[in-house]
């Protein structure tokens, strides 16, 4: 009976599985675009916020790091954004809100902290940028995540 019972739900799993819409490439372009411009508007509030708190002379000493280490700093809060954001969202961040999708694991559910974070940290491997002009990105397939249309998602 408990084998029967695995069986159905591996089946309405993979009958949700093609249930999901992808999210278009166009719609992917648009949340890398719109994440960073957000990012960078956090990341300057944020440091606004910084020198208010403590001083303007720690902008000063910001301004003067090294290239390697700013960097390593930019590429840091990025990663908390992206690891945040999709987190706490539910799978999306400002430019998946804007655009109407979401992230989503390979049964159309949202993603738990460990998947999360394998797909933040794969978005840092050089050129996963560009892993977009083949099928998927290299963060989606190495983390087992997709982006779906949540206007076109047929179940909840």
Known sequence: MENNDQILDQQFQEEEKEELVLASRGQRFANFIIDRIAFYIIFIALSMLVALIIGPEILDSMSNINRF????????????YYLLS????????????????CVVDEYGRVPDFSVTLKRT??????????????????HDNWSGTRVIEVSKK???
């Open 154 to 156: 047929r179940f909840v």
């Open 86 to 101: 999709e987190s706490l969202m539910k799978g999306r961040t400002i430019g998946k809100l804007l655009t109407k999708t």
């Open 121 to 138: 940290a794969c978005r840092f491997v050089p050129f996963d940028a560009f892993s977009f002009l083949g099928e998927d990105g290299w």
């Open 69 to 80: 280490a700013d960097y390593l700093l930019t590429a840091l809060f990025m990663f908390v």
